[in-house]
């Protein structure tokens, strides 16, 4: 079994400050973590994605998500808020690499000028 | 640019009417996937294919619902009969065959159910 959790179904943050979205996860075997970017009525793109190759990810757009197994988290970070940047964000698993991927609920990010 | 189309982007139809959408995926993936999205929750995996085979279907695919990948290319969802509940956004996504392969998705189809 498979599935996400992220806190905070609404964040808001100020232009310029730093941006924590939270996601943690539930997997039976070692998995592979997403972050996808949802702008609206648009599809999802992805931004990044843990593959267990390096504990901290890099992904487009200046964000990053670090994996720590101990507390089955992958939340994601971007030092610097742009207004751009406003959108709703998905974290996502998928266990074992061959299954469906599980999505959270989502988080808005809103960006205060 | 190659990426996951579908068509139509936007449906409205009346209760009880039949609808399908169609998806495109990238042309080297052989995996596609489709998901339904309503206000305020992330994509709920419906069913997906792995070339023409139909692999695995949720329990929210209803027996109104039908998916179909005839030649292993583009894929077509079929709702029969309609209803309100229906409403949503209707995503497809493609992947490669390769263990933990990025799904990629397109732009959605939204439905509306009068």
Redesign the interface.
Same mark, same amino acid.
């Given at each position: 079994a498979q599935s996400v959790t992220q806190l905070g179904?609404h964040v808001s943050v100020s232009e310029g400050a730093l941006v924590l979205l939270r996601c943690n996860y539930s997997s039976s075997v070692p998995p /592979?973590l997403?972050w /996808?970017v949802q702008y609206p009525?648009?599809?999802?793109?992805?931004l990044l994605?843990y593959?267990s190759a390096a504990t901290l990810v890099k992904g487009i757009n200046g964000f990053e998500a670090e994996f720590k197994k101990s507390e089955t988290s992958f939340h994601l970070t971007k030092p610097s808020a742009h207004m751009s940047d406003a959108a709703e964000y998905?974290c996502?698993v998928?266990s074992?690499? /061959?299954q469906?991927?599980?999505?959270?609920?989502?988080t808005k990010l809103q960006v205060i000028p | 640019d190659t990426g996951v189309s579908q068509n139509p982007r936007h449906k409205i139809t009346k209760r009880g009417q039949n609808v399908t959408f169609r998806c495109d995926p990238i042309s080297e993936h052989n995996r596609l996937y489709w998901y339904r999205q309503t206000l305020g929750q992330g994509p709920e995996f419906l069913t997906y294919f792995q070339n023409e085979a139909q692999l695995e279907k949720s329990r929210l695919l209803s027996d109104r619902f039908s998916a179909e990948r005839p030649k292993g290319s583009f894929s077509t969802l079929e709702i029969q009969r309609t209803e309100q509940g229906d409403s949503a956004m209707y995503l497809c996504a493609s992947s490669p065959r390769d263990r933990g392969g990025t799904q990629y998705f397109g732009p959605g189809t939204r439905l509306l159910v009068l």
């Amino acid at each position: 079994a498979q599935s996400v959790t992220q806190l905070g179904s609404h964040v808001s943050v100020s232009e310029g400050a730093l941006v924590l979205l939270r996601c943690n996860y539930s997997s039976s075997v070692p998995p /592979y973590l997403f972050w /996808y970017v949802q702008y609206p009525n648009q599809g999802l793109q992805l931004l990044l994605k843990y593959t267990s190759a390096a504990t901290l990810v890099k992904g487009i757009n200046g964000f990053e998500a670090e994996f720590k197994k101990s507390e089955t988290s992958f939340h994601l970070t971007k030092p610097s808020a742009h207004m751009s940047d406003a959108a709703e964000y998905f974290c996502a698993v998928n266990s074992g690499g /061959y299954q469906k991927v599980t999505f959270g609920i989502g988080t808005k990010l809103q960006v205060i000028p | 640019d190659t990426g996951v189309s579908q068509n139509p982007r936007h449906k409205i139809t009346k209760r009880g009417q039949n609808v399908t959408f169609r998806c495109d995926p990238i042309s080297e993936h052989n995996r596609l996937y489709w998901y339904r999205q309503t206000l305020g929750q992330g994509p709920e995996f419906l069913t997906y294919f792995q070339n023409e085979a139909q692999l695995e279907k949720s329990r929210l695919l209803s027996d109104r619902f039908s998916a179909e990948r005839p030649k292993g290319s583009f894929s077509t969802l079929e709702i029969q009969r309609t209803e309100q509940g229906d409403s949503a956004m209707y995503l497809c996504a493609s992947s490669p065959r390769d263990r933990g392969g990025t799904q990629y998705f397109g732009p959605g189809t939204r439905l509306l159910v009068l």
